[in-house]
């Protein structure tokens, strides 16, 4: 693995992750389908954390050029992330019930769009994606909702590195048993989906961090609602050996994130927070939208993740061009409470420096 960082300063746990991984800092961005950009991961590479992008919606075509770019310009190790293949079934029906079809059909008027589109899977076929990642010889590979022994062994075989989100640690002893080679402890303030695979209650970070690093001998990776390097020293105190950020880059000037989902993050607090089904089809946590409050009732009609997500592609789209927080998808962790307007002026490098120095790793 390309380990072109010294290392730096954070102690113990911290200083042996760092050197596995080759990084400077144990800071990791998060992966963030659909708001990330090959120049994100660069700048935290670059910065001396793991870059990360979250490509579970490219193509074929689309990750294979995604992977020369990096290869060919990241100034260090990236992680790709994938989710899990064991999310993806076909539908079974591809009828939409007439109480959904009604609402999505409403806002389709309200947004000026045509008939709503077919179902669709969104994300994958992961196994293709995978061998496009172990082609480019990818050194970190990460996935959302589990991954099984065969596709570990796979990645190590390839000589890349995988690591995978635990929610708990039941979740933590069943990736520790399929070999990755740290496990990502998201607690229940993290912003985007639950990477949930065993099904329970999320948990608070504080207590995951620990739990988790009882139930395995493997690095803990801490994420959700870390938006100041003082949250970030605590994760580490509680016995993480990194961090994983997400939320916390999502204001910054080169993030790809809509302008109307940054202002946003900067003047709401935790209390326009939802955990809803309503936009996947699966628990995600976000800014609590029209779309998330109308479709919330007709959870017995939603279709199954991913075809659910598919269905409101057209308008999400849409809401974006249009600027229209009513139909925008808008996730974020607790750590929006950290988020001022000053974040909106800071790049992504500037945003990782700020986050060092407060977690005193300078
Ligand atoms: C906008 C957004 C998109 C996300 N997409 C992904 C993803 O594609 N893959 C993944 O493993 N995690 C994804 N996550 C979850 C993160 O891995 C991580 O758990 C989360 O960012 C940590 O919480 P924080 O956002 O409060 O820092 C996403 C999170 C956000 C905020």
Sequence with gaps: MTDLHTRGAAPGLSDAFCARFGLR??????????????????????????????????????????????KQRCPGPYNINLFSPDTESPLPDP????DLAAVLRTMHDAAGLGDLPPPLPLFGPALDQLEVLLAAKVPVIS?????????????RAAGSRVICTATSPEEARALSGAGVDAIIAQGEEAGGHRGTFLGGEMQPLRELIPAIA????????????LCHGRQIRQAIDAGAAAVQVGTAFLPCSDSPAASRWKHNLVNLQRDALTVTRAISGKPAQGIRTTFVEQLAPLEHSFLPYPWHYSLSRELRQAAVK???????????GTGIDSIGAADLKLTIREKFRQLVTQAGWD
């Design 322 to 332: 249009q600027d229209d927080e009513r139909y925008m998808v808008m996730w974020s």
């Design 95 to 98: 009828h939409i019930p007439v």
């Design 143 to 155: 996935f959302h909702f589990g991954i099984s022994t065969d596709i570990v062994d796979k990645i």
């Design 214 to 225: 009882a139930a395995t001998d493997l690095p803990v990776i801490a994420a959700g609602g």
């Design 25 to 70: 800092y144990p800071l990791l961005l998060s992966p963030m389908a659909g708001a990330c950009t090959a120049d994100m991961v660069c700048s935290v590479t670059a910065s001396g954390g793991l870059g990360s992008f979250g490509a579970a919606g490219l193509s074929i075509q689309q990750l294979e050029a995604l992977c020369a770019d990096l």
